[in-house]
């Protein structure tokens, strides 16, 4: 009897060298810039050990509860590491070579929902509640692709979704283990850095999520309720027996009187959608049953609605002099009485999608000059880590691996998180020899006859010299950091010294304490 060969696919896992500390993806730290080759050589070296990683319970500078990362402007950065294993008994190694991308996302934990930071045309346009969190993967352009909703296009538009950072794989032996393995760890320095521009306020600016928050079930996020198909209910309820439902309603007032989704001229915009209808197949048939196969179909959504473009006007005109009331629309203006249309749980999740898309449009570039910062300190975040491969039929796969443990970012001038920096004095001798070069500013000719009008006379008392007509009158001025910092030192401490000489009784005398002697 010969056996069918099994097939395995890909894993993402927590690193070997994970503890309770960090049972997921494993965040370390490192206090200088050389840190992708300090954990290169960790890893080779089988370093990777978290027992030295006591940091994870020091830095806690908002609260107790969840360790503080702190920003590349403290000197500290952190690289994020998991494992990458086949599916198959004892998870060996998976091979680099099966691996196309794989990367990471930062979320952000608001009230139970997870925020992710999108990106429209390239454009940064903050924390989002997703519009369908059932998508896996965060590239909008290649999701529609990989569904056949988008033709490949080169070069690739402007990046849209969640935004990513990649992550790249080592093998690495665990001299440790007996017997020794191989691991495939993934790894990737994390940017705690950036700053948004937003279009407008966030009262004002639309996210994907609230754009669909007022159509109604499926076609929109209202009156969301679990998804249910069998022969007496289906929730892609749209058409039966040529009598529209709400949701058929909004969709067929969308896609003629917002999108023009028959216009010539707007089919390069609308070409994501007509590719989605032609994927809709509505039935010719009788009766209230459910099942497609006890129809026939005729074409395709978008073929329907180009054939009857003048029946579905006046079902429009209709509904919209009846004051959208439906039962008065159908009876006036009734479409086929044999159409039947039912939509997936897919198709509805894809199809609002793209309507939130096309309603919300291009992100325009920031209104305000000042940007947000992306990570706030009272904020919770955490990374999750992803991976991206073609199986054995050549399709595009995308699995999701474990998570870090939330996080928080420490604010830039967080005394607890600041760093001790060394700065390098003069001596002497230095000073002997001469000015150090420093930062040079040049004065325009305006500025600079004002001060020659009000500058004093360096020469004789009430003389000043002939103005020069050839040149543009302009100074240059050369400022040495090291002698200002050390003579701005020296004027500090003899302005303290006397404050503290003339008002050092002021203190006492507020605390009626005795002046010590």
């Given at each position: 009897m ?7 696919t890909?894993l993402?896992?927590?690193?070997y ?13 490192y206090?200088?810039d050389?840190?992708?080759p300090?954990?290169?050589?960790q890893?080779?070296a ?8 006591k940091?994870i319970?020091?830095?806690?500078f908002?609260?107790?509860?969840y360790?503080s ?7 500290t ?6 494992e ?6 004892g998870?060996?190694?998976l ?8 990367g990471?996302?930062i979320?952000?934990q608001?009230?139970g929902?997870?925020?992710?930071w999108?990106?429209?045309?390239g454009l940064?346009?903050?924390?989002e ?6 998508v896996d993967?965060p ?7 990989n ?11 402007a990046?849209s979704g ?16 007996k017997?020794t393995?191989?691991?495939?760890l993934?790894?990737?320095?994390v940017?705690?850095?950036g ?5 407008a306020?966030?009262d004002d ?6 754009v669909?928050?007022?159509?109604i079930?499926?076609i929109g ?11 007496s209910?289906h929730?892609?309820?749209?058409i ?9 309603a ?5 896609l003629?009187e917002r ?15 007509i590719?989605l209808?032609?994927?809709i ?7 209230g049953g459910?099942d497609?196969e ?23 005109a209709?509904?919209h ?9 159908n009876s006036?203006?009734?479409l086929h009485s044999r159409?039947?249309?039912?939509i997936?749980e897919?198709?509805?999740?894809d199809l ?12 325009e570039?920031a209104?305000?000059?000042?940007p947000?910062p992306?990570?706030h ?12 491969y ?10 999701w691996?474990p998570?870090?443990?939330p996080?928080r970012v ?5 005394p607890q998180?600041?760093r ?6 003069p ?7 001469g000015l ?16 020659e009008r ?6 004789d008392?009430?003389?000043r010299?002939?103005?020069s ?6 100074w240059?001025?050369i ?16 302005v ?14 507020i605390q009626?304490i005795?002046?010590?002697?």
């Amino acid at each position: 009897m010969q056996m069918k060969r099994q097939k395995y696919t890909p894993l993402i896992c927590a690193p070997y060298y994970s503890d309770a500390r960090q049972s997921g993806a494993v965040l370390h730290r490192y206090l200088d810039d050389q840190f992708i080759p300090r954990f290169a050589n960790q890893a080779q070296a089988n370093q990777l050990s978290q027992d030295s990683h006591k940091w994870i319970d020091e830095d806690r500078f908002v609260d107790n509860k969840y360790p503080s990362l702190r920003l590349p402007l403290h000197r500290t950065f952190y690289v994020l590491c998991c494992e990458a294993c086949c599916n198959a008994p004892g998870q060996p190694a998976l091979d680099p070579s099966r691996i196309e991308s794989a990367g990471f996302v930062i979320r952000q934990q608001v009230k139970g929902n997870d925020l992710r930071w999108m990106q429209r045309d390239g454009l940064d346009t903050g924390w989002e509640i997703p519009q369908n969190p059932g998508v896996d993967e965060p590239d909008e352009y290649r999701y529609l692709l990989n569904k056949g909703y988008l033709e490949a296009r080169s070069p690739e538009p402007a990046y849209s979704g969640e935004v990513t950072y990649p992550l790249s794989p080592t093998l690495v032996q665990d001299k440790l283990s007996k017997p020794t393995r191989a691991h495939n760890l993934l790894y990737g320095f994390v940017p705690l850095g950036g700053q948004g521009y937003s279009s407008a306020s966030s009262d004002d600016k639309p996210s994907l999520n609230e754009v669909m928050s007022q159509s109604i079930w499926p076609i929109g996020t209202y009156q969301r309720s679990i998804w249910v198909e069998n022969s007496s209910k289906h929730s892609g309820h749209l058409i039966q027996s040529g009598v529209v439902q709400q949701a058929g309603a909004e969709l067929l007032a969308l896609l003629f009187e917002r999108f023009h989704i028959l216009e010539s001229d707007n089919n390069t915009e609308n070409a994501e959608l007509i590719n989605l209808l032609k994927d809709i197949k509505p039935y010719w048939g009788s009766g209230g049953g459910h099942d497609p196969e006890d129809y026939s179909q005729a074409y395709h959504l978008y073929e329907y609605l180009r054939r009857y473009r003048n029946r579905v006007d006046d079902w429009l005109a209709a509904y919209h002099n009846f004051d959208s009331d439906l039962n008065l629309a159908n009876s006036s203006a009734k479409l086929h009485s044999r159409l039947q249309l039912f939509i997936s749980e897919d198709q509805a999740s894809d199809l609002r999608l793209l309507l939130a898309r096309r309603t919300q449009g291009v992100i325009e570039l920031a209104l305000s000059d000042l940007p947000e910062p992306r990570y706030h300190r009272d904020g919770l975040y955490y990374a999750k880590t992803f991976l991206r491969y073609i199986d054995e039929k050549g399709c595009a796969k995308i699995i999701w691996g474990p998570s870090s443990v939330p996080f928080r970012v420490a604010a830039p001038f967080d005394p607890q998180a600041s760093r001790p920096q060394l700065i390098q004095m003069p001596s002497l001798d230095d000073l002997k020899r001469g000015l150090a070069n420093g930062v040079v500013l040049r004065t325009p000719k305006s500025l600079s006859d004002v001060i020659e009008r009000i500058k004093p006379d360096l020469g004789d008392p009430g003389e000043r010299p002939a103005k020069s007509r050839g040149g543009d009158g302009g100074w240059m001025y050369i400022f040495s950091i090291p002698i200002i910092t050390i003579v701005a030192m020296i004027l500090l401490m003899v302005v303290v010294s006397l404050l503290n000489f003339i008002f050092r009784w002021i203190p006492w005398v507020i605390q009626r304490i005795p002046v010590p002697k």
